[in-house]
């Protein structure tokens, strides 16, 4: 292959690389990651965690993942905002004050118990009640957060 014949190809390789988003420049006027956020793929649905934080390169399905912010307060939190209760032998999370409904359409997917620079994750099934218990002696500071597939991410308070 001639020299030209090969830059031109390459040139439209990276073309379409950048075309179908394949690169992170669609998500650099986003801030960098931080550890433990949460974002969603609008398109799929797709959900993923940063373990390792970086520069801001999450796109999936072409387009810049959405950071779910944890919410605290607002509409539904009632439902939503994890109530943690000292139990014997650790901790329980409730998902709500009052209890959050778990329908094959409206769910808790999973709760997050943080304690002592720990984290803990449970994933909920469907059928079951809105709550996790963690066998977890923690001595300092403790938080949860669980995730509602329609109405977001919410943390303790």
């Not at 072409?62 to 607002?74: H, S, V």
């Not at 009052?98 to 943080?114: A, E, L, N, Q, S």
């Not at 403790?142 to 303790?156: E, F, V």
Request: aromatic share 8%; net charge neutral.
């Amino acid at each position: 292959m001639k020299r030209r014949h090969f830059l031109a190809a390459a040139g439209a390789a990276t073309a379409g690389l950048v075309a179908t988003g394949s690169s992170n420049v669609q998500a650099e006027d986003r801030p960098a990651e931080k550890r433990l956020q949460v974002y969603v793929c609008e398109e799929c649905g797709a959900i993923v965690e940063v373990v390792e934080p970086g520069p801001p390169t999450l796109v999936h399905c072409g387009k810049p993942m959405k950071l779910l912010e944890e919410k605290t307060t607002g509409e539904g939190a009632e439902k939503h905002v994890p109530v943690i209760e000292k139990v014997e032998g650790g901790y329980k999370v409730k998902v709500g004050s009052i209890p959050h409904p778990m329908t094959r359409t409206h769910y808790i997917g999973w709760v997050d118990f943080y304690a002592d620079g720990q984290t803990h994750r449970q994933y909920l099934p469907v059928d079951g009640a809105p709550e996790a218990v963690f066998k977890v002696d923690a001595s300092k500071e403790i938080s949860a957060r669980a995730y509602c597939n329609l109405h977001g991410l919410w943390k303790s308070v």
